[in-house]
């Protein structure tokens, strides 16, 4: 089980060779907001309508409290990823959408900063994410998703072993627009890299 430090917040902590992940804490804030301001033309174009405070205190403080919620109702587990050399935040990963029962699966989202993407980064935390929802909490099956045109993150998602599954037509409102997303599934029965295996760059 995941277990938690005595201010409550997730004592999990993921290793790879050049990254490692754990939860948001507050002291990420000033880390957060630099990268999410230098990087906002590089992402709006793939999430959710930025609100208009986006790049602010409050935005950090609204979603640290989401991932803290999420995290102790055992419904998502949100990472922040970290280089191992400087410890510079360079994105986030979630697993999310946790669903039990005779389903065992979950989706993964991802996101990474504009001067650090196309290092590997995020090739590495999928994996480490990977690891932990087969490895540690017993899932059977994630799943992921991008925007049609978003060759970047579809060519990650099959590097690290998922399978191209379909087209979910309208499957997200992105950047204010309802979008069609290519959709992928991984099984834990399936091959798939170790961090720190050789890889090709994203």
């Given amino acids: ?64 409290k989401k991932f803290t919620s999420d995290w102790q109702h055992g419904v998502a587990h949100g990472f922040f990823v970290f280089e191992r050399d400087g410890d510079a935040l360079v994105g986030g990963i979630t697993l999310s959408n946790l669903r039990r029962g005779v389903a065992q699966s979950g989706s993964i989202g991802y996101w990474t900063g504009k001067p650090y993407a196309r290092r590997g980064y995020m090739t590495e935390a999928v994996l480490l994410v990977l690891g932990l929802a087969f490895d540690e909490l017993g899932l059977h099956r994630v799943e992921a998703a991008c925007l049609t045109d978003n060759e970047a993150s579809a060519g990650l998602l099959l590097k690290c072993g998922f399978t191209e599954e ?17 959709t992928f599934g991984i099984l834990h029965s399936d091959r798939r890299l170790q961090p720190g295996d050789p890889q090709p760059r994203e």
Avoid at 35 to 54: C, K, Q, T
């Fill in 1 to 64: 089980m995941l277990g938690f430090l005595l201010d409550r917040t997730p004592a999990v902590r993921l290793v790879g060779p050049r990254v490692y992940l754990r939860a948001p804490r507050r002291r990420d804030r000033k880390q957060w907001l630099e990268i999410r301001r230098v990087s906002a033309d590089f992402l709006r174009p793939w999430e959710p309508l930025w609100p208009s405070d986006a790049t602010r205190k409050s935005a950090f403080k609204r979603r640290l």
């Fill in 166 to 182: 379909g087209l979910a037509r309208q499957y997200l409102c992105i950047d204010g627009k309802w979008q069609d997303h290519r």
